[in-house]
């Protein structure tokens, strides 16, 4: 079934875009999206970035970075001041910037500002920690004889009854994205909210070389255990929200996990490799399948020659998954799919379908197909200003219609 009203309107200037630049574009609704929260202040970005050519990749770096350093000393002067208030908004704004400025690099000629924009970035979100007035704990959840990093939050006035959020990221994007991806609006609505960093995300990657796994429900069985540890958390009102590529993580925990009472995938992941394989002509699909590596990897390089910024993408989006030559990475990829174990989600799961979902098209609908005892989807459509991938212009809309159905779920 479906929830929300399918709307069908043109809106010229607002689906042009702000940049004709995709990717630039795509970040800054992003950010835009996240003044809802309090994680970004429209002003200050549109001033940022208003005279950042088109291509210009050095400049649309700078101009987060600078904001980012700019908002970050204002809030230690803030926090100095004694205002911890103003200090912990200026330090999320911060790692916001900091966070876009650290998927910029990938655009960089070089890769040597990776680990100190990440730290800056991290500095910032920590710092946001410490001063905002929600309590919070760090938290390190055993896994696999290490642990996951990962940050407690109790709601403002305790939690009802201990509900408890888990958050679950995507592929690239920083831990901060989750406060505006429905931390902030969990927390007003009573819930316990666990982020974490998982194999491949953020410090995980960056400060241990753990990559990505697809068999995600390793992942979560131990966070649930965490939790399940807790005296302030009711076992049987455990959420889980999966934003971008964990649309795809989640479900596949959910197939062996059984003990969430409810999950939100924003949107549905049946195929991940669908986004890396439709850019690729048929004559190197068939070498793919065939299992001609070497032939596969040098026409991958050929092809990747002719185009810096493609050969700087591929390196992002690659790094993750930690593996040896253009060809194992996809085949590595091809793993991530749900159709083998999709029938034995059991979970109720609310799965969002914006209009324009540019890197998983149709798969919300898929996974709902391959699910259909237990989904519901939720239309997002542009003439509501929901439309692309995870909303980026309607985190209200999307906090609205995934809390009350979660409610209806938990209650």
Not at 12 to 20: S, Y
Not at 319 to 344: C, H, M, Q, W
Request: net charge negative; aromatic share 10%.
């Amino acid at each position: 079934m479906a929830l929300g009203t399918t709307l069908h309107h043109s809106h010229g200037p607002f689906i042009d875009g702000f940049f004709h630049n995709q990717d630039f574009d795509y970040d800054l609704r992003i950010v835009l999206g996240h003044s809802f929260s309090g994680a970004a202040d429209v002003g200050e970005v549109l001033a940022a970035v208003e005279s950042v050519g088109e291509h210009d990749h050095e400049a649309w770096f700078n101009a987060w970075s600078d904001l980012g350093a700019r908002v970050r000393d204002q809030a230690v002067d803030q926090a100095a001041a004694g205002h911890d208030i103003s200090a912990s908004r200026s330090y999320l704004r911060a790692s916001t910037y900091l966070g876009v400025a650290l998927n910029a690099v990938a655009s960089l000629p070089s890769p040597d500002a990776l680990l100190p924009t990440f730290r800056a970035h991290r500095a910032a979100w920590d710092r946001f920690i410490d001063t905002t007035p929600v309590s919070i704990a760090r938290v390190n959840i055993p896994y696999e004889g290490s642990d996951l990093p990962g940050y407690f939050f109790r709601p403002w006035g305790g939690a009802q009854a201990g509900r408890t959020l888990i958050m679950n990221n995507g592929s690239d994007g920083p831990i901060s994205s989750m406060w505006a991806f429905g931390g902030a609006a969990a927390l007003v609505r009573g819930y316990n909210v666990l982020m974490f960093d998982g194999p491949g995300q953020q410090s995980m990657l960056f400060e241990r070389g753990v990559p990505f796994r697809h068999d995600w429900e390793a992942v979560i069985t131990p966070i649930v255990d965490y939790l399940l540890g807790r005296d302030d958390v009711d076992r049987n009102k455990i959420a889980l929200y999966g934003a971008s590529q964990a649309g795809y993580w989640v479900p596949r925990a959910l197939a062996f996990e059984h003990r969430i009472a409810a999950a939100v995938v924003d949107p549905g992941v049946v195929d991940v490799s669908t986004s890396w394989t439709s850019h690729l002509p048929k004559s190197m699909m068939k070498l793919l399948a065939d299992g001609e590596r070497e032939k596969f990897d040098r026409d991958m390089e050929l092809a990747l020659k002719f185009s810096p910024d493609l050969s700087r993408t591929w390196s992002f989006r690659a790094r993750p998954y930690k593996t040896d030559g253009y060809f194992e990475t996809i085949k590595a990829v091809l793993n991530y799919r749900l159709d083998n174990v999709a029938s034995s989600i059991k979970t109720p799961l609310l799965i969002t379908d914006p209009e324009g979902e540019q890197f998983w098209p149709g798969q919300s609908r898929k996974l709902a197909e391959l699910t259909p005892s237990v989904s519901t989807v939720v239309p997002f459509a542009a003439a509501e200003g929901a439309n692309l991938h995870c909303e980026p212009l309607a985190r209200s809309l999307v906090d609205q219609r995934m809390f009350d159905w979660l409610e209806d779920h938990l209650s």
